[in-house]
C-alpha cells in the first residue's frame, strides 16, 4: 500500500488545490470544490478505519524486579538466558542499570522492568532512587557467584536494608548461586542455606547461568508480586 498520509493546502507549485493525498488515495492536483475535498477525507477516514480494525489490541502485564548481586556474578548472563537474547550486557561500572524485555504471547505481553544493583559500589547520587525501589519493588532476586565467597557476603547489608523498606515484609527473595564449570567451587549449599535462613530469603537455587535454562524465575517474578496489566 503506498503513502496514506495527506497534506492540507497547496501542494504543488502550479496547484491551487486545497487538499492532496498520494498513494492509493484520491489525488487532487487542481481547484476542488467543496464537495470533492469532503469526499477525498472521507475516503482517507475509511482507510485509517480499516488498518486499526486489522490491529489487534492485547493487553500489557507489567513486572518489576530488582537483581541484586556484585560486578561478575553473571546478572547479565542470567537476563540472557530467560530471554534469550545474547546482547544483554553492560560494559559501564556503576551501581544502577536498567533493563526492560518484553514476552510476546498470544493474548498479552509480558512486560518485565529490571532493575540491577551492584552492591559493592558505593555511590551516593543513587541513594534516593535505591530507596523509592527498595519500598515499590515487590520481587528482589539476589545473585552471587559460587567461586566467590565474597560476593555472597555483600548481599547481607543489602537485604537488611531491604526488610527495613517493607517493614510489613510483603516481599518475596529469592538468592541464586551462579555455579561455574570452569571455576572451583567455594561456596558450598550449606553455606548458601545458613545465608538464607539468617536472612530470611525465600527462595535458594544453585544453577549455572551460562548454559541451564532454568525458566523458573521468571515463573517466581509472576507469581510472587502483584502485576500490573494496562
Same mark, same amino acid.
Not at 50 to 60: A, G, N, Q, R, T
Given at each position: 500500500? /503506498? ?12 496547484? %491551487? ?5 498520494? /498513494? ?11 464537495? !470533492? ?87 551516593? @547520587? ?11 519493588? %515487590? ?5 552471587y557467584d559460587t567461586s566467590k565467597p565474597d560476593s555472597l557476603r555483600a548481599l547481607g547489608n543489602t537485604i ?19 555455579? @561455574? ?45 502483584? @502485576?500490573? !496489566?494496562?
Amino acid at each position: 500500500m /503506498g503513502d496514506q498520509f495527506g497534506c492540507f493546502g497547496p501542494c504543488c507549485e502550479d496547484s %491551487k488545490a486545497d487538499i492532496c493525498f498520494t /498513494g492509493d488515495l484520491v489525488k487532487s492536483c487542481s481547484m476542488t470544490s467543496e464537495t !470533492t475535498m469532503f469526499s477525498n477525507i472521507q475516503h482517507r477516514d475509511s482507510i485509517f478505519d480499516e488498518l486499526f480494525d486489522e490491529i489487534e489490541y492485547k493487553p500489557v502485564q507489567t513486572y518489576q524486579t530488582m537483581i541484586i548481586g556484585c560486578r561478575g556474578v553473571g546478572k547479565y548472563t542470567l537476563i540472557s538466558s530467560l530471554f534469550k537474547d545474547k546482547r544483554c550486557s553492560c560494559p559501564f561500572k556503576q551501581a544502577f542499570n536498567f533493563i526492560s524485555k518484553s514476552i510476546h504471547l498470544e493474548k498479552l505481553t509480558k512486560s518485565f522492568k529490571l532493575w540491577l544493583e551492584e552492591p559493592d559500589i558505593e555511590d551516593q @547520587r543513587y541513594d534516593i532512587l535505591r530507596d523509592i525501589y527498595y519500598k515499590t519493588t %515487590k520481587t528482589f532476586l539476589f545473585i552471587y557467584d559460587t567461586s566467590k565467597p565474597d560476593s555472597l557476603r555483600a548481599l547481607g547489608n543489602t537485604i537488611t536494608n531491604i526488610y527495613k523498606s517493607n517493614p510489613e515484609n510483603q516481599v518475596f527473595t529469592a538468592l541464586l548461586g551462579n555455579v @561455574r564449570k570452569d571455576s572451583k567451587k567455594l561456596v558450598n549449599l550449606d553455606e548458601a542455606r545458613a545465608f538464607q535462613e539468617e536472612h530470611g530469603i525465600h527462595f535458594l537455587k544453585e544453577i549455572d547461568f551460562l548454559n541451564d535454562e532454568y525458566t523458573e524465575i521468571l515463573e517466581l517474578v509472576e507469581c510472587n508480586q502483584g @502485576r500490573q !496489566t494496562i
